[in-house]
């Protein structure tokens, strides 16, 4: 009993697994795999808990491999080369499975020595980890691995599981379980597709419950009261953080208000306000940008008082700035000019400033022409004169398209009136 229930009621076989049905369904190219008995290296890429350590351990099981098991997060070189040694021994000879769990925490050093033997089949290599392994594995390893993506499971999926786990309570402790109207699907819902955490949870509501010695009986407020608050996979510094970040501005950007509220309150759910107000102050530059330029401003004013005010308040001007931006009119036109700019600053040769936009030099004796001759266009109508402020190479080059909005449109009718 000293063994977690989640580990206990592991699924044996790939039937038994919750979820994955993409990867792990009739038909489906995993599955296809693993029926084959031809196991490849492959890396297994998703959240906690969705199955990626309980179907890597049963294709181990039954690959007739000989298996060595290593967590990235305290594996040293010592221990791959026990991985290493034993592939030339009588126990290797059918070959070498390396279950590798987290693989992103191996330096690059330590992912490179295992290179060879995985090349030659003497290893074959099974890794997981939650980070984008396009990111996190070297490339060598990553190019030589076939990447299965594990999804989140949905709560319909664990609410099985979590049964089943009261069921097998009940077994164990050899008392009736009686669980309330609703506990299963909320704790489902609320460990957000982590099966191993909905398991637990269900342990520790039966090992928590009023208990008569014939009768265990789980409530609704017990189960609220242990339910891990997991609903989000959540950090700062990995591609969830990331994914919501991305998730909010796209919102933003498709002018979808209820789902930007719905991102930005994952981040605050979080206690993350920083980077949901990085991420306002840019959204308000990059897609709201001259098409209500006052948002930039508007926005600062709201990101300085969420500052101020801190958790919970700085909800209610972070919640402003949202909607704000949401539904302003949107135009990435500035956005694009600079990045035009900037693209040809960095790859061709623009030349030098015009002789009459530069500071006022002494001419020199080889000058053809003396003087400036910078035209002062406060001295002329409506405070425009035309000549030339591009250098040559690039003089008739435009960057800058007006918006097809109020705004800009104002602006190019004014610039269209000035310039004749």
Same mark, same amino acid.
């Given at each position: ?17 919750? *979820?994955?049905?993409?990867? =792990? ?11 084959? *008995? ?7 890429? %998703? ?41 030339? &021994?009588?126990?290797? +000879? ?16 330590? #992912?490179? &020595? ?6 030659? %089949? ?18 060598? @390893? ?33 008392? /009736? ?19 191993? /955490? ?6 520790? +509501? ?19 009261? =242990? ?20 998730? =909010? #501005?796209? &919102? ?15 981040? @605050?759910?979080? %206690?993350?306000?920083? &980077? ?12 709201? *940008? ?9 926005? /600062? ?6 500052? #101020? ?59 053809? @022409?003396?003087? #400036? ?20 190479? @690039? ?16 602006? =190019?009718?004014?610039?269209? /009136?000035?310039?004749?």
């Amino acid at each position: 009993m000293n063994t977690p229930l989640a580990d206990r009621i592991r699924p044996q076989t790939i039937d038994e697994v919750v *979820g994955q049905k993409h990867l =792990l369904g009739e038909g489906r190219a995993l599955r296809r795999i693993i029926d084959s *008995g031809n196991i490849p290296n492959m890396i297994f890429y %998703g959240a906690s808990g969705v199955g990626k350590t309980t179907v890597a351990r049963i294709i181990a099981k039954n690959s007739g491999m000989r298996l060595h098991k290593l967590n990235g997060t305290n594996a040293s070189v010592a221990d791959i080369k026990d991985v290493i040694a034993d592939t030339g &021994s009588i126990d290797g +000879c059918n070959g070498v499975l390396l279950y590798l769990d987290e693989i992103q925490y191996l330096n690059k050093k330590q #992912q490179q &020595s295992l290179l060879e033997y995985i090349e030659n %089949g003497q290893i074959t290599l099974i890794a997981s980890t939650t980070e984008n392994p396009y990111f996190y594995v070297y490339n060598a @390893i990553l190019s030589r691995c076939a990447v299965f993506e594990f999804k989140a499971v949905t709560a319909e999926d664990v609410i099985p599981a979590v049964n089943r786990a009261f069921a097998i309570m009940a077994e164990e402790t050899g008392v /009736k379980v009686r669980v309330a109207k609703g506990v299963a699907e909320y704790i489902a819902r609320g460990c957000g597709g982590d099966v191993r /955490k909905s398991v637990s949870t269900a342990e520790l +509501c039966v090992l928590g419950a009023y208990n008569d010695g014939v009768t265990a009986s789980v409530t609704l407020e017990e189960a609220k009261e =242990l339910t891990q608050r997991s609903n989000m996979h959540y950090d700062r510094d990995g591609d969830y953080h990331y994914d919501i970040l991305s998730a =909010l #501005q796209k &919102s933003i950007r498709g002018s979808d208000e209820n789902a930007a509220i719905h991102y930005a309150a994952r981040l @605050i759910e979080a %206690g993350d306000i920083i &980077s949901l107000s990085r991420r306002l102050l840019v959204i308000a530059a990059e897609d709201v *940008g001259l098409a209500y330029p006052q948002a930039i401003p508007i926005v /600062k004013a709201c990101v300085d008082s969420a500052m #101020q005010l801190g958790l919970p308040e700085a909800r209610i001007p972070l919640a402003n700035a949202v909607i704000l931006l949401a539904t302003a009119p949107k135009s990435n036109s500035a956005y694009l000019a600079m990045d035009s700019a900037l693209d040809d600053v960095r790859n061709i040769e623009c030349g030098d400033f015009p002789r009459h936009l530069q500071n006022k030099h002494c001419d020199g004796e080889d000058a053809e @022409i003396k003087g #400036q001759h910078y035209l002062y266009p406060h001295d002329y109508p409506n405070h425009y004169v035309k000549q030339q402020y591009l250098p040559d190479p @690039i003089k008739d080059k435009v960057y800058y398209n007006f918006g097809d909005n109020k705004a800009e449109q104002a602006a =190019l009718m004014y610039s269209k /009136k000035i310039k004749g």
